[in-house]
């Protein structure tokens, strides 16, 4: 039996009594927490001493949503993250082409720019790609859409007779039906994914790195949410050979992966070999910096009363809710304009019965006070996406005016009305960095230094709560994660110092020292 005793540190429980001195682990589980002199009482001999030498020591974090697949598919595409200009992403490709010299017909992938950060205000359009002899996309930051070269759209079978999809947009030149390489939503999504895949090796060696990043920031529990059938080959294969390094969590799409759980029924809503089917997932709508949020009310600058648009009908969805309440599973719904929110909420409360699976509402942006009440009532998730306040608060006061935009991830607002919430980052819109995810929920401060609704902060422990005890609690695995508490896991992230007793506008200076998994050491910063 392996047995270590951590102790000569600030202990942070997440439970009462807050504060611990030392905690007693054995294989993995926590077996007693309290006084530095009970646990050393009944050290042994071969027990591990863990001097935290007066670091931070509180439950691991978890990931309540995000594509960790995506991430790893990310470390093998061009970097536009960060990009000013049009010149800078051809840069960038120029200078990919140059180093890796890809063959005839062969595609070049970039990812991670944002037109909103562009001094041309737009994005990219297939003319500027088209300098390249090879297939080119380059996808937005958010994931929602993206561009292609000429080439591309051949090679994906787009012409001006395509129609657009249900829940897209395909790009037009001005005049014509002639497709000009821009791709939105499910059109996006739909076509991108006929391009081909690295060979699998190849993914799952991006993946282990995928994984570290996770680990680096002290999260032992990620989601991969919206997995397909490449995805989950992917997953499937690396838990097949033991390669996962911390629990992974899958939400196959509806309505065109159920079969996924079906097929994989020793996966569902339990772990082996670390990796789960957690339940579904469905999307509702787009983005709201990208414009294509469902809204109730038109965008703040929309003369023609443009609101953005569904993905589905009231009945697809309501036939989702009704095919994840008949299989006994979970759905998790992305939503951030209010009326997806308000088709979620209805869709669910048309077809709910009395088994609570715990539907978590995804990013949440702009679901309002009345729909929050009924969230409640009804015991769904809110899981949002705060750091929305600082990365895109400025774009969203021009996209919705200021009501609308200071009121975004409404975390206060729900906890007034009983809903449980989260904070993911959607990886890799963003990387997974949990410490300033609980800085944009305490501050909520822009890019440009806007207070995005100061009557939405919360505190230091009530963010803390979003990426602990209430994620654990999104994922059926409160009695397990989330706390340290005799029984759970000894999942644990060390930090540097105490986010309840530094200065607010400091927690996102805060730095993991270590991320300990089953009682394990898995990353230890330098």
């Excluded at 657009?164 to 030149?173: K, Q």
Aim: hydrophobic fraction near 40%; charge should be negative; aromatic fraction near 8%.
């Amino acid at each position: 039996m392996d047995t270590a005793i951590y102790y000569n540190g600030t202990i942070l429980t997440m439970e009462e009594p807050l504060y611990a001195e030392a905690v007693l682990v054995e294989d993995g589980v926590i077996r007693q927490v309290g006084s530095r002199e009970a646990l050393f009482a009944q050290k042994r001999a071969d027990t591990r001493l863990v001097d935290l030498q007066g670091a931070v020591l509180l439950p691991a974090f978890i990931d309540p949503h995000s594509h960790i697949t995506a991430l790893a598919q990310t470390l093998g595409l061009v970097n536009l993250s960060g990009c000013k200009n049009f010149g800078e992403i051809t840069e960038r490709l120029d200078a990919f082409i140059a180093r890796t010299k890809p063959d005839k017909g062969q595609w070049v992938s970039a990812f991670g720019y944002d037109h909103n950060d562009l001094e041309e205000k737009r994005h990219p359009d297939g003319a500027l790609l088209d300098r390249y002899p090879f297939p080119v996309v380059v996808t937005h930051a958010s994931g929602h859409m993206g561009v292609v070269n000429r080439m591309g759209l051949q090679a994906l079978g787009i012409t001006a007779s395509t129609p657009n999809p249900e829940g897209g947009v395909i790009g037009r030149c001005a005049d014509t039906q002639e497709p000009n390489g821009y791709l939105e939503e499910t059109a996006f999504t739909g076509f991108t994914a006929r391009i081909p895949q690295p060979p699998l090796e190849q993914q799952m060696r991006q993946m282990e790195q995928a994984q570290d990043i996770y680990l680096q920031n002290g999260i032992t529990t990620a989601q991969d949410g919206f997995t397909k059938e490449a995805e989950w080959t992917l997953l499937h294969c690396l838990a097949g050979q033991k390669r996962l390094k911390l629990d992974v969590v899958a939400y196959p799409n509806l309505p065109d992966n159920r079969k996924i759980a079906l097929e994989h029924p020793q996966y569902c809503k339990q772990y082996h070999n670390r990796l789960k089917i957690g339940g579904y997932k469905v999307f509702l709508d787009g983005s709201p910096q990208g414009r294509t949020a469902w809204m109730s009310q038109p965008y703040a600058d929309a003369s023609d009363g443009y609101r953005g648009y569904a993905v589905h009908t009231d009945e697809e969805v309501r036939s989702y809710m009704r095919q994840a309440l008949q299989d006994h599973m979970q759905i998790l719904a992305h939503c951030n304009g209010d009326a997806a929110a308000q088709q979620m909420i209805d869709a669910y409360a048309a077809e709910k019965t009395g088994e609570d699976i715990r539907p978590v509402m995804i990013h949440a942006q702009l679901v309002r006070p009345d729909q929050l009440a009924r969230m409640g009532e009804l015991g769904m998730i809110a899981s949002f996406f705060v750091a929305h306040t600082y990365y895109w608060g400025d774009v969203h006061l021009k996209n919705f005016g200021e009501a609308r935009a200071t009121a975004i991830s409404p975390v206060r607002a729900a906890i007034g009305n009983g809903v449980v919430y989260t904070f993911h980052q959607d990886t890799p819109v963003i990387l997974p960095n949990m410490l300033e995810t609980l800085w944009c929920a305490v501050n909520r401060i822009s890019k440009g230094g806007y207070v995005m609704g100061e009557a939405q902060r919360v505190s230091p422990l009530e963010a803390l709560k979003g990426v602990t005890l209430y994620a654990a609690y999104q994922y059926f695995e409160e009695n397990e994660k989330g706390s340290i508490r005799p029984g759970k896991r000894a999942d644990f992230v060390l930090l540097d110092r105490d986010p309840l007793q530094v200065d607010p506008m400091e927690l996102r200076d805060l730095r993991v020292l270590a991320t300990i998994r089953g009682g394990i050491v898995v990353y230890e910063g330098k």
